[in-house]
């Protein structure tokens, strides 16, 4: 059933369209990833599922409900960890996420177990008491989620949630994704790093200049990413002869070298190491090491505008 549907969504800032006629569709219980580069759309977007943005045109129901009939009801579905924190600095953890199920309603008891569990959820309980300007940046980015699914949402939405933070909360961070999803909630994840959307979603629209240009399984975009695939070798000792040879190989479709390295693109279907490497033996190349790149979602946004993700 679909849970979150954007229907013709536009948002203009003065003459620039930051959000280009929109359609998109998330599915109750999945991980949903937006992913795109800095400046394609995806906070104003998610700002104008929450509420917080209005639209110019179009419309967006969660849970069936018209965020422009009736916000507040949407909002309570929703949690959202936005990319810039909302936290009280001079409030301790368990204040702040108590301050958060307060505007949530929740009072008493209700209130106190919510804040421990939340935040046991993001492994902050001993640091309960403290402020979080003692917190790194990690950690307070793990405070953002505990007052945002504190009051158990549906919907959860994350807004690059892994920018300029340490590995271990990072993948804390990913691993209490994967949890808050079989704990029954919807999540769509934003990010403009490929790998966390590969790592974590069941589906993916890749968004750019405020529209989608892919969305799809991750199977079904590596499919449209390109029939190739890449392999990289390290090698010492690359003649002109190996790569004339190489070049004639009738499944090889493209070749570069230098001294050090060849890169060979293969049709995905079809690679065929055993007549490489046997190329490669014939005339004496010394391989230091070899890596096969399988088509991606980087790969097919670049495909598909001519840019990198990170551009
Ligand atoms: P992303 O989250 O993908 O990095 P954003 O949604 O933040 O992208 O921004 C999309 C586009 O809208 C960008 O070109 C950005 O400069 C513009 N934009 C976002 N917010 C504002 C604003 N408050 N005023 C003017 N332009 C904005």
New binding site residues.
């Given amino acids: 059933m679909a849970f979150v549907e954007l229907k013709d969504v536009v948002?203009r800032?003065?003459n620039?369209l930051?959000?280009d006629h929109l359609d998109l569709t998330i599915q109750e219980g999945e991980i949903f990833g937006l992913l795109?580069?800095?400046?394609?759309?995806?906070?104003?977007?998610i700002?104008m599922i929450t509420g917080l943005l209005k639209m110019d045109q179009g419309d967006i129901k969660v849970d069936r409900i018209s965020v422009k009939n009736d916000s507040l009801e949407v909002k309570k579905r929703i949690g959202l960890v936005p990319?810039d924190l909302a936290l009280y600095e001079t409030m301790s953890a368990a204040e702040n996420v108590a301050f958060f199920g307060k505007l949530y309603g929740l009072r008493g008891e209700l209130l106190r177990n919510r804040v421990s569990e939340a935040l046991e959820f993001v492994g902050l309980q001993d640091r309960a008491k403290d402020k979080p300007e003692t917190f790194s940046g990690g950690m307070k980015r793990r405070l953002n989620i505990a007052c945002a699914i504190m009051h158990r949402p549906k919907l959860i939405i994350m807004?690059?949630p892994t920018v300029g933070i340490d590995p271990q909360s990072r993948n804390h961070i990913l691993e209490s994704v994967r949890t808050l999803n079989k704990m029954g909630s919807t999540i769509i994840y934003?990010s403009?790093y490929m790998e966390e959307v590969a790592a974590l979603s069941d589906r993916v629209a890749i968004?750019d200049q405020?529209h989608v240009i892919a969305s799809g399984t991750q199977q079904e975009l590596r499919e449209r990413a390109s029939q190739d695939e890449k392999i990289i070798i390290k090698a010492s000792h690359i003649s002109d002869q190996v790569i004339q040879e190489l070049r004639l190989h009738p499944r090889i479709t493209s070749i570069t070298a230098d001294n050090e390295s060849i890169e060979l693109s293969v049709p995905s279907s079809q690679v065929d190491l055993q007549d490489i490497l046997f190329i490669c033996a014939k005339h004496q190349v010394v391989i230091h090491s070899l890596v096969c790149e399988e088509p991606n979602l980087e790969t097919l946004f670049l495909s598909l505008t001519g840019r990198t993700l990170r551009d």
Avoid: C, F, I, R
């Fill in positions: 948002k800032y003065g620039k930051s959000v795109g580069p800095n400046g394609a759309g995806k906070s104003t977007t700002h990319q807004d690059e934003t403009h968004l405020g």
